[in-house]
Every structure is written in structure tokens, then in C-alpha cells.
């Protein structure tokens, strides 16, 4: 009677140990084995599940900036071997300006022991104690022992366990090692630039980001540009300093967004790439995988030349491109020589400050800066000096002043010389004015763009300067179109001074756009600024004969007071983010984060980003004509859709970082997280309230439950 | 053409670019100041001519706790404290769970007896963000010519275990004895470890 007690509650005892996995503060821990007993002398796999709260995270063997790798520490019976811990390959986790590599949600670690050949047959006792940090906003180092009743198997293959799928899962996780592969790499000062063929037939996926085992290495939030090489690729990776000097080798898991070919949907590939002192020029691509990268090369110029050409008809460019109409029309019964030369002129102004513009932007991305399309108006100095010009221009428009010899005004017909150096100012300034207007077909343009080498890059942003040229190039050369305007006579001071309001406009923005970099406060010191610069324009322009000094150090002297007022100081801060409350039909916005997104993502609510700067002219018109609208906030809250807003106004790397992931490096972008789909869809750069309807509407109907948490704020 | 290229160099010059800078191992050491928690200034210049360990800090972290908890922090800052100056650096930011207001860290530094040479608030990160600091605590060493002589770790357990800290070698002091032997600093640079800096 006592014995069979006895084994029952043994039996008991040994049921509850295998089902209780360890739960921690943050983590639900489990330790488990792929079969029910192992084979003397066989691997058998075993797995330590660590299941994290949501927004924990557990590291990988790299862990990145900070974070620590999880450690296992086994007690096996004797004889007994543990492999070295199997890393499912992790993910990229950018907090603040740093990258941790990890996991969220759950991690196996496979680890493989190994019973000695003359192991007796019957149970065993596995004990692991195992140790891991796990952080959201802070950091827990967390630890559990855990244990394992196992058994020894006597020669005939191991039962299954019920966990097969678990591990299989598992293993689909894992880097495959691949052979036969073209790796290699090369040091450069502080850039290491790796090249990876996969062998003859396959393709290397779009888009691929490398994490290296070796820690203090890469520099790890650094982007990693893609180039492409023939079916491979080639990542540029910038490096923390000092570089050591020992490597010999770079080995780490290259890790695809879809997955690489011929290795069933696997996306990690673990591989070493011998250091060598130099690559082969990078070969033209093949078999770019359609339609994860924005398209090849032609495709984006041909974009990038539609794009250019819509530029001109953006709210952005009109103020400039009506100053240049009016020169048209002075010179348009003149000589036509004259003409096409200012028009040439003019282009080449556009298109030196393009490359200069996407040169600086290259040289400052490759430094290791996050940016973006439109970089400079995310500085609050930057606006300050544009507002200024721009005001100034206006006055001299007016009439309040003329540059006199220097630079020819834009409306007296001087010497050649002052003309040319008009057309070319002409040509940057419409260029400056037009970086904030996305034009359709720009975005997709720009963004394939600065993941491609520099020729390539500058050629596309060569040929958006092209296409917004080559309106105002096309007219003057044909002036016959122009030849029907009426002669040039005192209309035109009229014309002069009514093109004055569009640059006052222009000025109205811009202080609006510092406002909401800087606060009200520089606003104030801005339009101050302004005012004492118009003393110095007005001095100049009021004592234009006169042949005193004083005329040059008095304008001199207000002009310089006006620009040290205006100037923003280091110390301004953004305004408050004014906490509106919702009215009944508008959109619910939320502040963005790719945490939020995840979360919400997570959960199964759709997702709908808006991707804006205040200095973003197409963002702002499209949120006034298709966004802030009844209908819109209506299908949204009836889908149960959480609007995000990602605001870009003032420099923020997280956000390059998600436009990056996008394929997109230039404002507007829209981005729809449908539930279940592992890409957004995006949205075009123009939007129309019927566009955004039509969207929202192939979304599934909310839960009711989505829906009242829109509703009731 | 003339402010063509002005304008060009204005974009250039105007432009921050506000990413994780580093203080690299051989190179000058990036200045700073900063307030203490006193609220008066603290520079790197005024500790011209003398080795300098930055130490990064917060004491919600259980990698910090460990260092202090074990009195191992506290051992170094007086060990070295007649020949080195050393400062102790907190970047948390104020909306982070753990941010400590200059009183509160002032009570709980004298609570463990901690005894840096200055504590330097850097509430903005921006100390922080010009020495590349990832972690605390994140240590860093400076030498008498201002060059950085050492970038890395406290010593070589990776743990939050208290107990490991008496087994652990203390690469700090490895560096700093290097140098006062004046001989180079034979591992200047490794990886931290600890809990990610609460930057803004």
C-alpha cells in the first residue's frame, strides 16, 4: 500500500518540475528538450525559452552599445557535454543614440549536450543556472535555475517530446553557415566595407544589415550603406575608434529583410570575411530582387527628372520662379542671345546647388549624421539667415533699396556680368526654397538613391536639378512665346512690387517653421532682427547718392545688429508640444516612436504614420487639404486606426532611421500598417481626400473595442 | 557667385550633426563644462596637467549599485583621490524613472560614502554624447597632456553580481598603475558594460 503512494507521489514531483518554467520580474523562463531522452554518445538538443513582457529585451552574443549576453551555466551528469549556446540571429534595437542587438518577445537558445557513449540507460537530472539582463527603460539583471527531468535512452531512437515545432521554429531562426560564397572585406580608416556573391544563380536580397560578433568593433547605430555588386552586395559599416589592429577576419550574420535564396526562407546567413587590402571595383548590378528596392538606377532617374520638373509647380518654388518670369519679360524683345544665356545660366545655378546640397548631405551622412532631404531647414540658424535674404529681397523688390553694383538688382538691365550672376543666384535660391516640396516621384527617387555610391546618387540628384531647369531653360529658347507678353514700361515697377507679397509669404513660413523649432522667444528675435535689417536696407537705399562713408557703416552696422538679433542661441528650445485637446472630427494624434509602432503593431491595430516638418510645404498643404478633414478622422476612428505623427522638424536620427527602413529619405511619407502585413503600405507625396478613403477602407472593420478608446477622449 | 558659395558654406558650417561623437583612445580629450551639484561650473580645462578618470553614473542602475554596493567605487575615488582627479558623470535625463535631482544624489552619494573629486550633472547628454559614453558605468581615463588614455569597462566581469567584483580584474586600476609606471596602457580600450545611458 505505502510503496505505490510513495511512487505515485514521485511521479507527481517529477510532473511538477517539468511543468513549472521560472518566472522572474520580467521574463517567464523554461528550459526544454527537443526529444523525450538522448542517445549515449548523440547530441540532443535542448532549449532555454525566456519568454520577455512586452517592450523587454534579452541580448544577443553581441549585445551592441550595452546590454549583456544571456548566460547558461549547466550541471550535468557525469561525463556529460554542453555545446556553446546556438544564437537565433537578433534584431537591431535603436535606444536614444545608441544600438543594442537582442530580442523582444521570445527567445530559444538551442544548446546541444552530449551524454558520454557509455551512459546507462534511465532518468537523469539536468540543471542549468542561467543569467540574463533584460532592459526596457532600465536594465534588470535577472537569473533562475532551472531543471530538466531527462532520461537516457537504451539503443532505440528517442521519443518525440511534443516540443518538435517549438525547435523547429526555433532552428528556422538560427544563421544557415554558408559555403562556397564570395566574402571578403577591407579596412579603410575607420570604414570597413564588406562584399558578399553568393554562389553563380542566386541573388543577394535588397536590403541586408550586418552584425558582428566581435563587440567594440562597429560602430553600431551607425547606418550601413548598401551598394550593390554584380548578384551581391557590398555594406559599408563605419567603425568605432581606434581600430584595432588585429583583424585578420570579420565574421558575423548578415541578416536580410525577406530572406536569402536557396535557404528556405531563412533571413540569417553567418559568415567570414577574410580581411584583404583592397576589393574589385563594385560590378554593375544583376537581378535586383523587383520590388524591394525602389527600383534601378533608371527607373530613379526617371523619377528623379519627373519629380524635378512637378517641383516647379510645388507652393515652394513661386516666389523665386516669378522674379525669373519677370526677367523673362524684361529681356523677352531684346536679344535672344541674351535670353537663352540667362536661361542656361540659371539652369547651371540649379544644378550646382543640387550637387552641392546632396554633396553636403552625402559627406555629412557618410560622417556618420542622420539625415535627410531638407537637412539644412532642420536648423533653426539655417531658417533665420533664409528669412532674412528673403525679407531683404523683398525689400529691394519694393524698391526700398537697390544692391547697386555688386549684384545686379532684379530688375535694372545693367552689364551681362550682373544679369548672369542674377540668373545663377536665381538658380540656387529656387533651388534652396525647394528642398522642403517633395514633388511626386521624389521621394522614391531620393530614397533609392542614398543607399547607392556617390556617382550614382549625384546623377539622380543631377537630374532632379535637370527637370525643375528645364521649364525656364525650354522657354528661353524659344522667346517666340514670350514675344506675345506686352513691352516692358512702367507695368513692370508695378509687377516688381506685387511679386514683393509671395517673398513676404515666404518670410511669414519661415518664421512659422522657427517657431516650431525654437519657441515663440526666437521668433520675437527674428522679427525684431528683421526690423533693424530694414533700417539698414532703408539707410542704404534712402542715401543712395550720397558718397559718404557713413551710408556703408550705418547700413553695415543695422544690418549686422539685425542678423546678431535674429540669430537663434544654442539654448533655444522647441515650443512645448501644445497638448490640444481632440475637437469632435479631428484626428487623435499621437507622438510617434518605433517603440509605439511596434506595440501598436503588435496588438493588431493599424497603423497610420504621418511623416511631417513644419518646413515641409507638401506635408503642410496635404494635412490641411486630405488629412484634417471630417470624412478622414471618421474612417479612421471607424477603423480603429491609431494615428501617429513622426515630426521631423527639428533634427531626429530615430526618424531618419525609420525612413531609412521605408526606402525613403525625403518628407512627405505616409505609412499604413495594416494588422498582419509586415510592410506598410505608402502612400503617394500628394494626397487627396478620396486617395486616403480608398486606403483606409481596405483595412478589416475595427473592433468595437479599438474603436471606443479613439472615441472617448 | 560669390554668395552662392557663402550660402553653401553657411549650410555647411550652421549645421550641427548631433550624433554619438567618441572620445578615442590617443586623441585629446573633447572639453566640456558643466554644472556640479552645487550648481557651479566644472570644466575639463581646470584640471589642466593632471589625469582626469571619468566616471559615468546612475545610481538606479544595478551595474552601478554593484560597484557601490561591493564599496568598490567608493575604494578607487579614495585610493586615487590625492593623485588623480576624478569626476563622476550622471547624463540621466529628468524625465527618465531614475533621474535624481542634485540633492537627492548628494544624500545618497554621502549615504555611500562615495568621494569623487566633482559630480558633474549633464542632464542635457551632451557630456555624454561627446565622449561616446554608452553605458554606466562607462569609464574613461585622461592623461596629464588631456589625451584619452583609457575608453572601456570597470573591470573584466561582466556581471551585476556583487560577488564577482572580488575576483574580477579592475582594468581601471590596471591603466592607472600602467601610467603612473609610465609605461602605455597595454588594454586603453574595450567594450563597457552596464545599463544604457538614459540620454534625452
Redesign the interface.
Given at each position: 500500500m505505502a510503496r505505490p503512494l510513495l511512487a505515485a507521489a514521485s511521479l507527481l514531483l517529477a510532473l511538477a518540475a517539468q511543468a513549472a518554467p521560472v518566472r522572474t520580474e520580467h521574463v517567464e523562463a523554461e528550459l526544454l528538450a527537443e526529444a523525450a531522452a538522448a542517445v549515449p554518445g548523440k547530441p540532443a538538443t535542448v532549449g532555454l525559452r525566456l519568454r520577455m513582457d512586452k517592450d523587454w529585451h534579452t541580448y544577443w552574443r553581441n549585445p551592441g552599445?550595452?546590454?549583456?549576453p544571456t548566460k547558461i551555466r549547466w550541471t550535468l551528469p557525469e561525463g556529460w557535454q554542453a555545446g556553446p549556446i546556438q544564437w537565433p540571429y537578433p534584431e537591431a534595437q535603436r535606444?536614444?543614440?545608441?544600438m543594442?542587438y537582442g530580442y523582444s518577445g521570445e527567445a530559444m537558445l538551442l544548446v546541444e549536450l552530449t551524454p558520454p557513449a557509455d551512459a546507462k540507460p534511465g532518468p537523469v537530472a539536468i540543471k542549468a543556472d542561467a543569467?540574463w539582463?533584460v532592459?526596457k527603460?532600465?536594465?534588470?539583471?535577472e537569473k533562475a535555475t532551472l531543471t530538466l527531468p531527462f532520461a537516457v535512452e537504451g539503443g532505440s531512437p528517442p521519443a518525440a517530446s511534443g516540443n518538435a515545432a517549438l525547435f523547429a521554429k526555433a532552428r528556422a531562426q538560427l544563421p544557415v553557415a554558408v559555403a562556397g560564397w564570395t566574402a571578403e572585406s577591407t579596412l579603410a580608416g575607420a570604414k570597413l566595407t564588406l562584399r558578399v556573391v553568393p554562389p553563380a544563380g542566386a541573388v543577394a536580397p535588397a536590403r541586408v544589415m550586418f552584425f558582428p560578433f566581435r563587440?567594440?568593433f562597429v560602430?553600431h547605430?551607425?547606418p550601413q550603406a548598401l551598394v550593390r555588386d554584380g548578384a551581391g552586395v557590398r555594406l559599408e559599416v563605419k567603425l568605432?575608434?581606434?581600430v584595432p589592429t588585429d583583424v585578420k577576419e570579420v565574421a558575423g550574420l548578415l541578416v536580410a529583410e525577406s530572406a536569402w535564396p536557396g535557404h528556405a526562407g531563412r533571413k540569417a546567413v553567418e559568415i567570414a570575411m577574410p580581411v584583404v587590402a583592397s576589393l574589385p571595383a563594385p560590378a554593375a548590378p544583376v537581378g535586383v530582387p523587383a520590388g524591394e528596392a525602389g527600383g534601378s538606377l533608371l527607373v530613379a532617374l526617371a523619377f528623379a527628372f519627373a519629380g524635378g520638373l512637378l517641383l516647379n509647380l510645388m507652393p515652394c518654388v513661386f516666389p523665386v520662379l516669378g522674379i525669373k518670369v519677370m526677367g523673362f519679360v524684361r529681356h523677352a524683345h531684346g536679344d535672344s542671345r541674351a535670353l537663352w544665356m540667362q536661361g542656361a545660366v540659371f539652369s547651371v545655378?540649379v544644378l550646382?546647388?543640387f550637387l552641392?546640397?546632396a554633396g553636403?548631405l552625402l559627406a555629412?551622412r557618410a560622417?556618420?549624421?542622420?539625415?535627410g532631404w531638407g537637412?539644412?531647414l532642420?536648423?533653426p540658424?539655417?531658417v533665420t539667415?533664409l528669412a532674412a535674404l528673403f525679407f531683404l529681397m523683398a525689400l529691394n523688390l519694393f524698391g526700398v533699396f537697390e544692391w547697386g553694383g555688386f549684384?545686379q538688382s532684379m530688375t535694372s538691365s545693367l552689364s551681362a556680368q550682373g544679369r548672369y550672376?542674377d540668373a545663377?543666384?536665381a538658380g540656387?535660391l529656387a533651388t534652396?526654397v525647394a528642398t522642403p516640396c517633395t514633388a511626386p516621384f521624389m521621394g522614391a527617387a531620393v530614397g533609392f538613391t542614398l543607399a547607392q555610391p556617390a556617382p550614382v546618387s549625384l546623377a539622380v540628384f543631377a537630374m532632379l536639378g535637370v527637370g525643375m531647369a528645364l521649364p525656364v531653360l525650354a522657354l528661353s529658347f524659344f522667346p517666340g512665346a514670350l514675344k506675345r507678353l506686352p513691352k516692358p514700361g512702367p507695368w513692370m515697377e508695378t509687377f516688381k512690387q506685387v511679386m514683393a507679397f509671395p517673398l513676404f509669404a515666404t518670410v511669414i513660413w519661415l518664421a512659422w517653421v522657427l517657431g516650431a523649432q525654437a519657441g515663440n522667444d526666437a521668433v520675437m528675435a527674428l522679427l525684431a532682427g528683421l526690423l533693424v535689417l530694414g533700417i539698414g536696407a532703408w539707410i542704404y537705399g534712402r542715401w543712395a547718392r550720397s558718397e559718404s562713408l557713413l551710408r556703408f557703416v550705418f547700413a553695415a552696422l543695422f544690418a549686422a545688429a539685425g542678423l546678431w538679433l535674429a540669430w537663434p542661441g544654442p539654448d533655444a528650445k522647441p515650443g512645448e508640444a501644445r497638448a490640444a485637446a481632440v475637437k469632435e472630427g479631428e484626428i487623435a494624434w499621437q507622438p510617434w516612436s518605433p517603440e509605439r509602432v511596434a506595440e501598436l503593431r503588435a496588438s493588431g491595430t493599424p497603423v497610420f504614420v504621418d511623416f511631417t516638418a513644419a518646413w515641409c510645404v507638401t506635408c503642410q498643404v496635404n494635412k490641411r487639404v486630405a488629412l484634417n478633414r471630417d470624412e478622414v478622422a471618421r474612417a479612421l476612428a471607424d477603423r480603429g486606426v491609431v494615428a501617429l505623427k513622426a515630426d521631423w522638424t527639428n533634427?531626429d536620427?530615430r526618424i531618419t532611421a525609420a525612413l531609412a527602413e521605408l526606402g525613403r529619405n525625403a518628407l512627405p511619407v505616409y505609412a499604413l500598417y495594416a494588422p498582419g502585413q509586415a510592410q506598410p503600405k505608402l502612400l503617394p507625396e500628394v494626397l487627396t481626400v478620396s486617395l486616403v478613403l480608398d486606403e483606409l477602407s481596405r483595412l478589416p472593420a475595427a473592433r468595437p473595442a479599438a474603436a471606443s478608446t479613439l472615441t472617448q477622449r | 557667385?560669390?554668395?552662392?558659395s557663402l550660402?553653401?558654406l553657411?549650410?555647411?558650417s550652421?549645421?550641427?550633426?548631433?550624433?554619438?561623437a567618441?572620445a578615442?583612445?590617443?586623441?585629446p580629450a573633447p572639453a566640456f563644462t558643466a554644472t556640479d551639484l552645487a550648481g557651479k561650473p566644472v570644466s575639463l580645462a581646470d584640471f589642466k596637467g593632471k589625469t582626469v578618470v571619468l566616471e559615468w553614473h546612475n545610481f538606479?542602475?544595478?551595474?552601478v549599485q554593484k560597484h557601490y554596493k561591493s564599496g568598490n567605487m567608493q575604494a578607487l575615488q579614495k585610493k586615487y583621490g590625492t593623485e588623480v582627479v576624478w569626476l563622476t558623470v550622471n547624463s540621466t535625463n529628468s524625465g527618465?524613472?531614475?533621474y535624481q535631482s542634485p540633492a537627492q544624489l548628494t544624500k545618497a552619494l554621502a549615504e555611500f560614502g562615495a568621494a569623487p573629486t566633482r559630480f558633474v550633472m549633464d542632464e542635457p547628454g551632451s557630456v555624454g554624447?561627446a565622449y561616446?559614453a554608452?553605458?554606466t558605468p562607462h569609464m574613461y581615463v585622461i592623461d596629464p597632456s588631456g589625451k584619452v588614455a583609457y575608453n572601456?569597462a570597470i573591470d573584466d566581469k561582466?556581471?551585476?553580481?556583487v560577488e564577482d567584483v572580488k575576483t574580477a580584474k579592475n582594468l581601471v586600476v590596471a591603466a592607472l598603475e600602467e601610467m603612473k609606471a609610465g609605461k602605455p596602457v597595454s588594454n586603453a580600450?574595450?567594450?563597457p558594460?552596464?545599463?544604457?545611458?538614459?540620454?534625452?
Open positions: 552599445d550595452s546590454g549583456l535606444v536614444g543614440p545608441l543594442n543569467d539582463l532592459c527603460d532600465i536594465c534588470i539583471p563587440e567594440n560602430d547605430p551607425a568605432m575608434e581606434p545655378g550646382v546647388s552641392v546640397l553636403l555629412l560622417g556618420g549624421a542622420q539625415l537637412f539644412q532642420q536648423s540658424a539655417f539667415l549684384a550672376a545663377f543666384l540656387v534652396v533634427h536620427p | 557667385m560669390k554668395r552662392a550660402l553653401a553657411s549650410v555647411a550652421l549645421f550641427s550633426t548631433a550624433a554619438l567618441a578615442v583612445v590617443g586623441q538606479g542602475c544595478p551595474f527618465h524613472q531614475d554624447l561616446g554608452k553605458v572601456g561582466r556581471s551585476a553580481n580600450s574595450n567594450a558594460y552596464g545599463c544604457t545611458i538614459k540620454y534625452r
